[in-house]
C-alpha cells in the first residue's frame, strides 16, 4: 500500500491518499486512535515517515460573509429568536388590555444585529 499527499489536520491526524487495489486514489485520514489495527499501524509508518514529509496543518484564511449572507443570517435569527419573544408580548398585552412590554425582543433585536454585523460601506475614493 502506498500513500501520498500527507497533511496534517487540525486535530493532529493525517489526511491523505491511499492506493487502494481496486479503486485507485482513495482519500483517508490516519489517526493513532482508528478503530482497525491497520489503520493505528498505517498512522504510525506515515509519522514515522515511510511515505515522505508531512505538510503541517495550514488554518484555512477566514472568508467573510457576503451582505446577502449577513441578512439571510439575521432573518432566520429573528424568525426564530426574537419573533416569538415579540408575538408573547403582543399576545400578553392584548390579553392584559396593556401596551406591550418590547423591552426583551428589542434585547434579542440588538443581540442579532451584534452577533451578524453589516458590512461597513467602502471608504470612498479620493481623486
Not at 54 to 60: L, Q, R, S, T
Not at 78 to 91: C, M, R, V
Amino acid at each position: 500500500m502506498d500513500a501520498r499527499e500527507l497533511r496534517f489536520n487540525k486535530y493532529g491526524s493525517v489526511d491523505c491518499e491511499l492506493e487502494h487495489p481496486d479503486f485507485g486514489w482513495i482519500p483517508f485520514t490516519a489517526s493513532p486512535d482508528d478503530p482497525e489495527k491497520h489503520g493505528r499501524e498505517l498512522y504510525e509508518r506515515i509519522v514515522a515517515g515511510d511515505f515522505g514529509d508531512i505538510a503541517p496543518y495550514v488554518e484555512p484564511e477566514h472568508v467573510p460573509f457576503t451582505l446577502n449572507q449577513i441578512q439571510e443570517l439575521r432573518r432566520i435569527a429573528y424568525i426564530s429568536e426574537s419573533d416569538p419573544i415579540k408575538n408573547e408580548a403582543d399576545y400578553d398585552a392584548l390579553v392584559n388590555g396593556t401596551a406591550p412590554d418590547y423591552t426583551a425582543w428589542l434585547a434579542a433585536v440588538a443581540a442579532i444585529k451584534a452577533r451578524y454585523p453589516l458590512p461597513a460601506a467602502p471608504e470612498p475614493e479620493v481623486a
